[in-house]
């Protein structure tokens, strides 16, 4: 008869063999994946995707076959390792990059900040054109949102406008995405707020690996989220982080609001961390209750599965090759779309002034960008031959992936139309937001992502050169 160890051996080859042969699909574009078959026009060229390989199948099977299931082990192996990648002092894994906007706007209103927590009405410094679950949790945390203008060039937030946008007494943080893997103006941005003492909370959920004056971006401020959908530099299937970058104050409350909101600092399947759990007084609550039954915060259970992470343990291994792979995709898409510069702009990195094919110009500030892209970045210059909306059916129709600049000028949004009518001061508005309303009218943007092949980057390259010079 077979140990139990052998039998799990036999498992694991055997999935990793059933991977090979059936996921082929899913494979990295560069090495030897990249001679994988591909037909132009019908087969699809996605804007994103999963990129794996036997290693994360075997490692989510192994993960089930312990059946350990909530959070544990891996979690907190993965949560070392990503912590570790950016340089901050801890990493709290959570459900999704959403859940992590949550519970970092959420932790900023813990009555265990003293004096500078948050309390509703007042404001938090966002950018008006992005993904709407940047904007949601100040909303649904009773706090004001304070929308300032997109620079369309970067698509982050015009920096010009912050001290516009700042109210004595009422403005307490800052929120900003580095937009589809573009940082945004950390030098400006860290200085407006150690000048005005604002918590700063970085989304760093489309921009994991990128670098600004050579520091990984999502440890700048005093939290950052990051996001693990498939469509991201790394996934878990669904997942995501708060990184908590310097005080470590924020650990014990970023997990409470994730589990709960309970008082207890505990991990799942494990008692009495502290030494003391029926020895606390805390509220009214007689002396000795139980620490893990006590609650400091109206929390959520936002926890994700153990063998998530154990995946994420797999593709955190690979993540230098995926993030050298956006960027050369990105790169090689702009040497191939050049000739299209006359009907199309594209993006530049925050800092950058001009491209040409020997790289970027910079700005005299001294501060570098390096951009691990989320997206290739398309705007139909205005008065040209054709629409965005044309473009973007004619990608369709050639089976290109591209999507929008996710939610346009929310301010446009119903969401937030209707909040406006319900209640006129749920937000604040600073400026005109011509930016946001370009890149709502004229952007749309296409796929850089690890899973693309040199035959594929060809054909878009191809599709799109036609059919602008055919519009002229």
């Not at 494979?27 to 999963?50: D, K, N, W």
């Not at 310097?246 to 014990?252: G, P, R």
């Not at 006590?294 to 230098?320: E, F, T, V």
């Amino acid at each position: 008869m077979n140990s139990p160890e052998q039998i799990r051996a036999e498992i694991l080859r055997l999935t990793r063999e059933y991977s090979r042969q059936t996921h082929q699909g899913n494979l990295p574009g560069y090495g030897e994946a990249a001679r994988r078959p591909f037909s132009p026009g019908e087969t699809v060229v996605p804007y994103a995707g999963r990129v794996f390989d036997e290693e994360e199948v075997a490692a989510a099977i192994a993960s089930t076959l312990d059946f350990w299931l909530t959070l544990g082990p891996e979690g907190e192996a993965f949560e070392e390792s990503l912590a570790r990648f950016l340089g901050v002092k801890k990493s709290v894994l959570c459900n999704s990059g959403s859940s992590a906007n949550l519970l970092a706007v959420s932790a900023l209103s813990s009555p265990k900040l003293g004096a500078r927590r948050l309390r509703p009405g007042d404001e938090i410094i966002t950018v008006a054109a992005g993904f709407p679950t940047t904007v949601a949790p100040i909303v649904q945390n009773g706090f004001v949102p304070v929308f300032i203008d997109n620079d369309p060039a970067t698509l982050n937030a015009r920096v010009e406008d912050l001290e516009a946008a700042y109210a004595p007494g009422k403005t307490k943080a800052v929120i900003f995405a580095h937009t589809l893997g573009n940082p945004f103006n950390l030098s400006a941005v860290t200085a407006f707020c150690q000048k005005h003492e604002l918590w700063l909370i970085e989304d760093n959920c489309d921009a994991l690996g990128c670098l600004y004056d050579g520091k990984p971006t999502g440890s700048f401020g005093d939290l950052s989220t990051q996001s693990f959908y498939p469509p991201h530099h790394l996934t878990l299937g669904e997942g995501g982080a708060v990184n908590v970058v310097n005080s470590l104050k924020f650990k014990a409350i970023v997990e409470s609001f994730r589990d709960w909101g309970r008082d207890c600092w505990c991990a799942s399947g494990k008692d009495n961390t502290c030494g003391k759990r029926f020895d606390w007084q805390l509220g009214e609550l007689p002396k000795g209750y139980d620490h893990k039954y006590i609650y400091s915060h109206l929390g959520y259970n936002l926890k994700p599965l153990d063998l998530q992470a154990a995946i994420g343990r797999a593709q955190l291994r690979k993540l230098p090759h995926f993030i050298q792979a956006r960027i050369d995709n990105w790169n090689y898409l702009r040497r191939g779309l050049r000739d299209c510069e006359d009907v199309l702009d594209f993006m530049l990195p925050t800092h950058a002034t001009g491209w040409s094919p020997e790289g970027f110009s910079w700005d005299a500030s001294g501060h570098r960008t390096v951009c691990s892209w989320f997206g290739f970045l398309l705007r139909v210059k205005p008065g040209g031959p054709f629409r965005k909306e044309q473009l973007a059916q004619h990608l369709d129709q050639k089976k290109i992936g591209n999507r929008m600049l996710f939610g346009g000028n929310l301010l446009r949004q119903p969401l937030l139309i209707q909040l406006k009518k319900d209640r006129p001061e749920a937000f604040r508005v600073v400026g005109a937001m011509v930016g946001a309303d370009k890149i709502m009218n004229e952007a749309l943007f296409i796929g850089t992502y690890p899973g693309l092949t040199r035959p594929m980057l060809d054909y878009v390259v191809e599709v799109l050169q036609t059919f602008c010079h055919r519009q002229k």
